[in-house]
């Protein structure tokens, strides 16, 4: 008797229906070998060589940038050179002399020690403090926790602010921090309520130049006309939604009577706001793909480290091959971008680049956000394939992530937590990365918001073990309704699972679903507890489609799909079929929609304007006992 373990998808989003279409049988012949991809030329579009090793796994995005306000903040200090130490912290760290302590919170915050600042100005916020610069102090405090992105912290002392120091002479600028704050925590009407409050027109050009900025980011219609609705004489408003009907595909028919009256309303340019894009459909559509494919360094090591590259582009063109005989034709012309920007902006520079129908690319980061930008001036929509990055679709109508993005993982978890168990407390513990902070700081604000409670949101390094041990020193598993561990890293799921083994705790546990390829990590020690592992990429081998593709992808390159080459297809048979159904400028038909199910993943979906994969499958492993008879003279 042996024990098997299966995943159970246990939910998403939102509903969807199945697609009916499977890729069709191709030939049983291998395809030959590509011609290498150049930056100066497209190239054909036969399969690229394979190897027989595992594809490596895509390397991972740097910190997301803080986001860009009107209202310049007091400066944080500049970034030192690779090898230089950081400036010396004080040397009068928690003093009883207030004055001491002011000092020493200003020093820090210009450092970049934002947790240090505010423990050194915490004391001195109170009125009962009795310090004569209180006000400041707090103000102070709060733009240290928001260059945290501490956003609860901030708002907390800024209502302080507001409500014990109303005759404090700049509280105008509290006002407005108090605006950015609401606004990065998803409530706009909040943060205009503010904005209205503000006295005497202060900071007038400010404030317009923040609410530009921030409007721009909301990609949910429905939400964006209740603003509408409810600031009708708010010219940023007015022209933030003018735009994302013109510009951000929302646009229908019957949105002509609200552009009508806002263009009347704001004086907007009528030839500017009358130009409504149409979507032009076509018998075949151009897709660029850009992807370093380093054909220039034929070296073994380069090679194999650049696999997943290549997996993905032969994905790629098993979709293409479906939707050619479908009868939704699309030709590739792929394009080696290299390992770095240089030769992406050579790309770009191309003629042929810009009469493009889609593009599919880059890999790292600061080539996504050259293209990112290339897209919106062009107006080519453009898919990351890889990146969870939320930061390169901010205020970008033509880009999209074909992966949810860190912040949304977190939400939909957020949501199946509050609404599955019983406990209405939780403790957060990430790993210190910039996505691992993106998904806990996004899923405490998302679990509070629904009305649980956050007790603990900790930093890990779980590479040292003392780091381990202090994340989880204090935290009372008894009383808590469930634990979260935001961490890829190998030593921190074994050391978890060892935690709770010892603590004889038993309450629900979600974490990601590479715990599953982790060695130190038995599948049996997961299925004896009640752990949920958010996957993005689950494959239910027992699927048609799942097991179609591994049968064509087999019969071409001779060795299994990696999850690249899952991901390739999935990519473009996806996006290739909205091309055909809504042509080149698909925003609006996209945002309507609705999810679906995918031929290989769970199910995609950008409703209500979504930029990135709303669908985010949680899983749970379940054992089956099933006997195995050992062969006759096996061992």
Not at 150 to 167: F, P, V
Not at 410 to 435: C, I, K, M, N, P
Not at 491 to 504: E, M, R, S, V
Request: glycine share 6%; aromatic share 10%; hydrophobic share 40%.
């Amino acid at each position: 008797m042996r024990h098997m373990y299966s995943l159970r998808l246990l939910t998403c989003l939102c509903c969807f229906w199945c697609l009916t279409v499977a890729p069709t049988p191709a030939q049983t012949t291998p395809a030959r070998p590509a011609s290498k991809p150049a930056t100066t030329k497209p190239a054909t579009t036969k399969a690229p060589q394979t190897a027989s090793t595992a594809s490596t796994k895509a390397v991972t995005t740097n910190k997301p940038t803080t986001p860009t306000t009107a209202r310049k903040l007091p400066p944080t200090a500049p970034k030192t050179a690779t090898g230089k130490p950081r400036p010396a912290l004080p040397t009068n760290l928690n003093s009883s002399d207030q004055n001491t302590r002011y000092q020493n919170g200003k020093v820090l915050l210009d450092q970049g020690r934002y947790d240090l600042a505010m423990q050194e100005l915490a004391p001195l916020t109170p009125p009962a403090a009795r310090f004569e610069r209180g006000a400041e102090a707090a103000y102070l405090y709060a733009v240290a926790a928001t260059r945290a992105k501490k956003w609860a912290e901030a708002e907390q002392m800024l209502n302080l602010i507001r409500a014990e120091y109303d005759k404090w002479e700049n509280l105008p600028e509290a006002m407005f921090l108090q605006a950015q704050v609401s606004f990065e925590q998803g409530e706009p009407d909040n943060a205009l309520q503010v904005l209205e409050q503000i006295p005497n027109k202060t900071l007038a050009a400010e404030q317009e130049g923040m609410k530009a900025t921030y409007l721009a980011r909301i990609q949910d219609k429905a939400l964006f006309q209740n603003l509408l609705q409810r600031y009708p004489k708010d010219a940023a408003v007015g022209r933030a939604y003018a735009d994302k009907l013109i510009a951000g595909g929302w646009y229908t028919e019957a949105d002509k009577p609200v552009l009508e009256q806002l263009i009347k309303d704001f004086s907007l340019d009528r030839a500017r706001y009358s130009a409504i894009p149409q979507a032009q459909k076509k018998a075949i559509y151009r897709v660029a793909v850009l992807l370093p494919f380093e054909f220039n360094d034929p070296s073994w090591e380069k090679v194999r480290r650049n696999q997943f590259v290549t997996d993905l582009y032969a994905g790629l063109l098993l979709a293409q091959d479906s939707l050619q005989r479908e009868g939704r034709p699309v030709q590739l012309f792929a394009y080696d971008t290299g390992a770095d920007t240089i030769q992406l902006k050579q790309v770009l520079t191309l003629p042929e680049l810009a009469s493009m129908d889609m593009i599919i690319g880059p890999i790292y980061k600061s080539g996504s956000k050259l293209l990112a930008r290339y897209a919106q001036q062009r107006q080519i929509i453009t898919i990351n394939p890889l990146s969870q990055d939320g930061n390169l679709i901010i205020s970008n109508n033509w880009h999209y992530l074909f992966e949810p993005s860190m912040a949304t993982q977190a939400q939909v978890a957020a949501q199946y937590a509050f609404r599955t168990f019983s406990g209405r407390t939780a403790a957060v513990l990430h790993e210190d990365t910039s996505d691992d902070l993106a998904f806990a700081q996004a899923y405490k604000t998302a679990y509070e918001a629904l009305g649980g409670k956050v007790q603990v949101l900790r930093r890990l390094n779980s590479n040292l073990e003392e780091s381990l041990i202090a994340g989880f020193t204090g935290v009372d598993l008894a009383s808590l309704g469930h634990l979260v561990v935001a961490s890829d890293n190998r030593k921190a799921g074994a050391y978890t699972l060892k935690h709770l083994q010892n603590q004889a705790a038993q309450l629900p546990l979600i974490t990601y679903g590479s715990w599953l390829e982790n060695p130190s990590v038995n599948p049996s020690r997961l299925d004896a507890r009640d752990v949920y592992l958010i996957h993005r990429k689950y494959l239910d081998p027992t699927s048609f489609g799942v097991r179609r593709f591994r049968q064509l992808y087999v019969q071409r390159h001779n060795l299994p799909p990696s999850v690249f080459a899952h991901s390739g297809f999935e990519l473009l048979y996806y996006f290739g079929h909205q091309l055909h159904q809504h042509g080149p400028a698909f925003q609006q038909g996209l945002a309507t929609s609705g999810p679906i199910s995918g031929v290989l993943f769970q199910g995609i979906g950008y409703p209500n304007g979504a930029h990135d994969n709303q669908y985010v499958p949680l899983i749970k492993l379940e054992r089956l006992e099933v006997e195995v008879q050992n062969p006759v003279g096996g061992r």
